[in-house]
């Protein structure tokens, strides 16, 4: 069964610092997005990716996030400089339509020092 | 703004009952719903969904109700098994305002299955 994965499944970095994480969607899906969950607290939709841009960000999504499709296969979320408040889990997911059936990966646990 | 809420943060039920997870939404323009399970360390785990132009919609040994009058969403497990033991989540998402696929998560549910 097809799925979506993630890499890695844990980062540790220091504050400042910036950190790439990856994601390779369910091959034939034509949208992608990126959440996130703070320990104890609600998923969290930060940005929707479709034909290589942006469709939606959320107000979590500032100017030190950034995401893109480098090839035919990945998906990245790039964090310039890391704050504290960036520790989380990150999800990515895809779906096929939009919003339709979005497929979640592992999530990477990104822990800022 | 909109939130999802959920009535009941922890469920614990026996071992072959069945399970009813509830769901509370406050926008009446969410047109799209879906129910998550979150087991511990993994992603959310898509179960089912159900587009505003339904009431009811069935899986397998789950089936989702949508009451649109009272805004009200809710999961229904048949059997309950211990591997059904998980954080279960409903989202929404509105066309509204030409929202491109913002699902919208509640706190979530934990459901404990007792052998």
């Known amino acids: 069964e097809p799925e979506v994965t993630q890499t890695p499944s844990h980062q540790v970095t220091q504050m400042g610092q910036e950190v790439i994480l990856r994601c390779v969607p369910i091959?034939?899906?034509?949208?992608f997005y990126w959440y996130r969950q703070i320990l104890g607290q609600k998923v969290e939709f930060l940005v929707s990716?479709?034909?290589?841009?942006?469709?939606?960000k959320s107000e979590i999504f500032d100017d030190q996030f950034s995401v893109e499709r480098p090839d035919g296969s990945n998906f990245t979320l790039k964090i310039r400089s890391t704050k504290l408040e960036d520790s989380a889990m990150y999800f990515c997911?895809?779906?096929?339509?939009?919003?339709?059936?979005?497929?979640f990966g592992p999530g990477t646990r990104l822990t800022v020092t | 703004g909109e939130s999802v809420g959920l009535h009941l943060p922890t469920l614990s039920v026996q071992e072959g009952d069945n399970s009813i997870i509830n769901c509370a939404y406050s926008?009446?323009?969410?047109?799209?719903f879906i129910w998550y399970k979150q087991e511990s360390g993994k992603g959310p785990q898509f179960i089912i969904d159900?587009?505003?132009?339904?009431d009811k919609r069935q899986g397998q040994r789950v089936t989702v109700l949508l009451n649109k009058t009272v805004k009200h969403l809710s999961l229904q497990i048949a059997a309950t098994q211990p591997g059904d033991s998980a954080v279960y989540f409903c989202?929404?998402?509105?066309?509204?305002?030409?929202?491109?696929?913002?699902?919208?998560f509640g706190k979530g549910t934990k459901l404990s299955v007792k052998p």
């Open positions: 926008n009446s323009a969410s047109d799209y």
């Open positions: 989202a929404e998402n509105t066309a509204y305002g030409g929202s491109q696929g913002n699902l919208i």
């Open positions: 159900i587009r505003s132009n339904m």
């Open positions: 091959s034939n899906h034509l949208y």
């Open positions: 990716f479709y034909n290589n841009e942006i469709s939606e």
């Open positions: 997911a895809s779906s096929l339509q939009l919003p339709y059936e979005q497929y």
